[in-house]
């Protein structure tokens, strides 16, 4: 395939900050996804605090909490066993951003007037959104306006508004109208089936608004998940005079909560307020405490004050970066993109062990907010080397849903062991098409490498003990209830009617990833149960009788590992994707207009099933993922095959081939893939951004800097390099935390630098030469591979 045109930047390049000089109607949309806010609990797309009255569609409003949801009984036209039954989808929950000027009878709208002057800026270093404009109303009022929002890191449930108007030539009352507002809607789904829910209406039922001076609340219900929500507020400012204005029908569930202040303003004068919200949801709190802990926060909230609330977040994000930052001095568009998708990462995940990271974050209703297995085999590396602590909460937020798995295996007939699902929030199976959801049996071993990468960089047996062990013996079981040995040759396993991560080759024989992956599954069960038997033996014990596992299936799955079938063709030279997919026809890309892409929205699924064409990476993702398993010479055959027939309609796929350019020496290649997943977002390059980021692309990246420029891979627990420099940059720098370990690796033009900044000792490989650095010689430098671009 080709690569598209280079894209125009959308915003002018700053390494730290996007920023906004002119307000546009018609990118609206995507503005207010890239400047959204968030703090893994809270998510505020950049919806300004007023209302938008432009024209419909080019605007959407939306405040979500990750894990968050409302359920819907699927229907199905023709209905089968071991369907799934409930979809859950993020509820776009009321919107409490609201801050309505008004200069006398004038009501502030950037759509009408002029405005003379206007800025909008989001600070990754700060997590601050600030936005600057002078406005002239049509009767020649003229003021500016200047707001601040934080959704707070320290302060989960938080989030605060500054709002400050400064007159430059009005004289007379100035009204703010602060709002909750319950009256919202999810987006609907339409024809894409990657955007919204098919739900219409408000799904949130109305119990009461509470109305004080220093309090308004607003309680709710959701319908079907039984969940109850408070949206509370409170105000801080001096001289403001206030008074409620309500729209509160719980009959007709409408709701609205207004408090409206004014206060007369002359010119050169500055009128100033904050506005603090919270919400807390019955999936965290007792019912009966939300409206206490609502009020106890909003009071300690203002007693921070503003100032302070940034002050924290300044600290949370200067020691982010002080461990994640990825700098590259050589190329800006880069740099600005990668501390985008960074920051974006941090704000969308979740960290309590009860939330994951959905596939667009907490920034839009893309994919309804469900969880897939872009977690833990791209999102879960960027935080497992710069934020294990997270990492690890993503992997409790697994365990916490494994009795649903097993459930879940039980009606997929398996007698034992655990089926995670292919899409999720609360963890049970959403995907109502079988093909592309619960056929991608994969996800089982996706989790287990993450168990397993986790173990390798931290040693964390106490994890081992109490958590993943488990985890990885049930769902290792699975792969003896789906494979089996074939008629033909008894001593090949084969695995039947799967899905692989290509969505466009669905219900196939041995897909060559997922039987790797399951290869590796099985003997990462047995070297476990290897270790406990020897080091913990009573927790061993425990664990066996607790899910009665039997010696036999240690055998058996011995035997599997031994006998997996992984397809190769010996005349082309390359691994086949699957057992049927080399006999199919090769996709007609030439009579195919670039506007019938993606694929999946212009052909029947089955006319793309009969080709041979690829959506994603998919092979090549075995590649990488167990890159010991290939010679040199199979991943080059296997990127000039694969690459001609992949289309990469998902925004999955450009990272992982940039990788593999980058190590079978395509160097101008892996960079052309690397920019395209680098801007993504920024640039709109798959063109629905307006619906959310892209958050395994947004994680690529870091992969397409460390797995691919880099070279870095962990082989047996150790550190591995190969790094090289893009002709592009100077150099390029970052920072990797295994187990007590902090090592800083700088890529330059004629040296590789090793710098160990925390811990005693690090043992690390730079290509075939063993670096070993100490808390006595902390820095090592190494000749680096300057690549010729190819």
């Not at 066993?81 to 409490?96: I, T």
């Not at 490498?449 to 081992?464: H, P, Q, R, V």
């Not at 055998?555 to 997919?581: R, T």
């Not at 420099?725 to 004629?750: C, E, G, H, K, M």
Request: glycine share 6%; hydrophobic share 35%; net charge negative.
């Amino acid at each position: 395939m080709s690569f598209p045109a280079p894209h125009r930047h959308s915003y002018s390049l700053d390494s730290w900050r996007i920023r906004e000089t002119e307000f546009d109607a018609q990118s609206n949309n995507l503005a207010e996804t890239l400047f959204a806010l968030g703090n893994g609990t809270i998510g505020l797309r950049g919806t300004h605090e007023e209302a938008f009255l432009g024209a419909q569609g080019s605007s959407q409003e939306g405040n979500y909490l990750n894990g968050f949801y409302e359920s819907e009984t699927i229907h199905y036209p023709e209905a089968a066993y071991g369907l799934a039954k409930q979809n859950q989808f993020m509820l776009n929950v009321p919107n409490a951003k609201g801050l309505q000027l008004w200069l006398g009878d004038e009501c502030f709208n950037l759509s009408q007037g002029q405005v003379n002057d206007y800025e909008r800026v989001l600070d990754f270093k700060t997590g601050i959104l600030s936005r600057r404009v002078r406005w002239t109303s049509p009767k020649g009022h003229q003021i500016e306006l200047f707001s601040e929002r934080i959704a707070s890191f320290e302060h989960r449930h938080l989030f605060a508004i500054r709002y400050q108007i400064t007159s430059i030539n009005f004289a007379g009352k100035v009204s703010i109208s602060s709002t909750i507002d319950g009256e919202v809607k999810n987006l609907s789904a339409g024809d894409d089936p990657r955007i919204g829910s098919a739900m219409s209406d408000n799904p949130l039922h109305v119990l009461k608004a509470i109305q004080e001076s220093t309090y308004a609340a607003l309680v709710q219900q959701t319908k079907q998940s039984g969940f109850h929500l408070i949206s509370a507020m409170t105000h801080a400012g001096s001289g403001w005079s206030e008074e409620f204005v309500s729209i509160h029908d719980v009959k007709a569930q409408a709701s609205r909560i207004t408090q409206k202040f004014s206060q007369e303003i002359h010119p050169g004068e500055v009128l100033s307020m904050t506005k603090y919200v919270c919400y807390f949801s019955s999936r965290d709190y007792a019912e009966q405490e939300l409206e206490a802990r609502s009020r106890a926060y909003l009071v300690q909230a203002q007693q921070r004050g503003f100032e302070e609330l940034c002050a924290e977040q300044k600290s949370y994000l200067a020691d982010f970066w002080q461990r994640a930052d990825v700098e590259i001095d050589g190329d800006q568009a880069i740099a600005q993109g990668i501390h985008f998708n960074q920051f974006h990462l941090l704000q969308s995940v979740g960290r309590d062990g009860k939330t994951n990271i959905a596939a667009k974050g907490v920034t839009g209703e893309g994919y309804e907010g469900h969880y897939f297995w872009d977690t833990e085999i791209y999102i879960f590396p960027f935080f497992l080397f710069n934020k294990p602590e997270i990492a690890k909460q993503l992997l409790q937020f697994r365990f916490a849903g494994l009795e649903q798995a097993r459930a879940r295996a039980r009606e997929m007939s398996h007698a034992k062991g655990a089926l995670y699902p292919w899409r999720t929030i609360a963890g049970s199976e959403c995907s109502s098409y079988f093909p592309a959801g619960t056929a991608q049996y994969h996800i089982n071993a996706d989790i287990a490498y993450a168990i397993k990468s986790y173990l390798d960089a931290t040693g964390d047996d106490e994890f081992l003990i109490q958590y993943g062990a488990e985890m990885v013996f049930e769902t290792a079981r699975i792969w003896l209830g789906i494979g089996g040995y074939s008629a033909v040759d008894p001593e090949r396993f084969c695995i039947n009617e799967v899905t692989g991560p290509d969505e466009y080759t669905a219900l196939v024989n041995n897909n060559y990833y997922t039987n790797l992956m399951a290869q590796m599954h099985m003997q990462f069960a047995l070297d476990i149960a290897q270790k406990l038997s020897t080091h913990y033996p009573q927790d061993y014990t425990r664990i066996v009788q607790s899910i009665g596992l039997e010696s036999d299936e240690l055998a058996q799955w011995k035997q599997a590992v031994q006998c997996m079938y992984l397809p190769f063709n010996d005349q082309l030279g390359i691994h086949e994707q699957d057992d049927s997919f080399l006999s199919k026809k090769p996709w007609d890309f030439e009579n195919t207009p670039k506007e019938k892409y993606p694929l999946l929205l212009h052909f029947h699924p089955l006319v793309i099933y009969r080709h041979q064409v690829c959506k994603q990476a998919d092979l090549l993702l075995a590649m990488l993922l167990l890159s010991d398993k290939f010679s040199s010479n199979q991943k080059k055959n296997n990127f000039d095959y694969y690459e001609r027939i992949t289309t990469h309609d998902s925004s999955l796929s450009s990272c992982i081939f940039g990788i593999i350019a980058a190590e079978i020496g395509y160097h101008d290649k892996a960079y052309r893939y690397f920019m395209q997943t680098a801007r993504m977002d920024l640039d709109n390059t798959h063109g629905n951004t307006g619906h959310g980021v892209h958050t395994a692309a947004m994680a690529g990246t870091w992969m397409g800097v460390t797995y691919g420029f880099a070279g870095m891979r962990v082989n047996n627990g150790m550190l591995c390099f190969k790094p090289t420099l893009p002709q592009q940059w100077n150099y390029y720098r970052f920072q990797i935390q295994v187990s007590d370990a902090r090592v800083r690796i700088t890529i330059a033009t004629d040296v590789v630098t090793y710098e160990l900044l925390e811990g005693m000792a690090l043992q690390l490989k730079h290509y075939d030469q063993i670096v070993q650095l100490s808390s006595q010689q902390p820095v090592q430098q190494c000749e680096s591979s300057i690549p010729e671009a190819q």
